[in-house]
Nanobody, 124 residues
């Protein structure tokens, strides 16, 4: 089993920044890809960013390219999501997820592991 614990959500004004963290523990050797999804009120959950556990490949949804950056601390087994130039449309619960396949993660299919989520609210 893998445990994912998110932190760093909160309230920020439009144009501001936040950094989310996802700490992975347990059988992390089984993870191939780790990333962030988000679900806004009344909308379906969507993939935001993803990175392979090795750090060699990344994926960014078009809506966040140039504003969000995913990074990974291999020592701490922690993935970070730096979010800049936030807009009210970024308001959502952000979930960390891990899976054996980056392709599966990009497709938004069922993940092997999920965190409980952290709320990001961007005020206008």
């Amino acid at each position: 089993q893998v445990q994912l614990v998110e932190s760093g959500g909160g309230l920020v004004q439009a144009g501001g920044s936040l950094r989310l963290s996802c700490a992975a523990s347990g059988r992390t050797y089984s993870i191939y890809a780790i990333g962030w999804f988000r679900q806004a009120p009344g909308k379906e959950r969507e993939i935001v960013v993803a990175i392979t556990w090795s750090g060699g490949n990344t994926y960014y949804a078009d809506s966040v390219k140039g504003r969000f950056t995913i990074s990974k601390d291999n020592v701490m087994n922690t993935v970070y999501l730096q979010m800049n130039s936030l807009t009210p449309e970024d308001t959502a619960v952000y979930y960390c997820a891990a899976d054996r396949s980056l392709a599966t993660m990009i497709k938004g299919a069922a993940m092997d592991y999920w965190g409980k989520g952290t709320l990001v609210t961007v005020s206008s």
